[in-house]
C-alpha cells in the first residue's frame, strides 16, 4: 500500500529541516527532474516561494507556499502522489 503525504502545515514545520528543501531538490536532480525556485512578493508585501519541477516523461509541478521549505515538501508531495497514480 502506498504511502500517504499528507501532513498538516505545522507538522511540515517541525518535519523539514534546516537545509532539507536541498536534499529534496538535489534528489529530484538526480532522477532527471528540472527544479527551479522564485521567491516574489504580493500587492500586500507578503513574500512568497514559487518552486516548480519537470520531467519529459511525468509532466511539470508547480507549486506556491509563504516558504520555501514547504513549498519543496508540497514539490515532492505532489510528484510522489501523482507517480503512485501512475
Known amino acids: 500500500m502506498a504511502e500517504t503525504w499528507q ?3 505545522r507538522q511540515k514545520q517541525n518535519l ?3 537545509h532539507y528543501w536541498e536534499i529534496i531538490a538535489d534528489n529530484l536532480t538526480k ?3 528540472r527544479c527551479c525556485c522564485v521567491s516574489s512578493t504580493d500587492h500586500q508585501g507578503q513574500q512568497f516561494w514559487v518552486v516548480a519541477a519537470e520531467r519529459e516523461d511525468a509532466g ?3 507549486v506556491y507556499a509563504d516558504d520555501m ?3 519543496f515538501l508540497e514539490l515532492q508531495t505532489a510528484i510522489h502522489r ?3 497514480l501512475a
Do not use: D, H, N
Open 82 to 84: 501523482q507517480l503512485e
Open 7 to 9: 501532513y498538516s502545515r
Open 31 to 33: 532522477t532527471a527532474w
Open 69 to 71: 521549505r514547504i513549498a
Open 16 to 18: 523539514i529541516g534546516r
Open 60 to 62: 511539470r509541478f508547480i
